[in-house]
């Protein structure tokens, strides 16, 4: 999966970065190593290096939220 900037993502039980409870979280900057994020419930942004999001993604304790989603919930 390609990284892009405002790409949204639910928050499952199994990621255990989320500290704050946020129920999403959306990708504010992408950069060679790092992915910069907000969480829906918290007003400060957080960094993971590139591999790490792909694992929490890979796990399956991410999961993107599609446009079409978005629009009906």
Not at 6 to 20: A, L
């Amino acid at each position: 999966m390609s990284l892009k900037k405002n790409m949204e993502f639910k928050i499952k039980d199994g990621f255990s970065p989320n500290i704050c409870f946020s129920e999403s979280l959306k990708i504010i900057d992408v950069t060679d190593g790092s992915i910069i994020i907000q969480m829906n419930k918290s007003n400060r942004r957080g960094v993971f290096p590139s591999d790490h999001f792909y694992y929490w993604l890979n796990k399956g304790a991410l999961v993107e939220i599609k446009d079409h989603q978005k629009r009906i919930s």
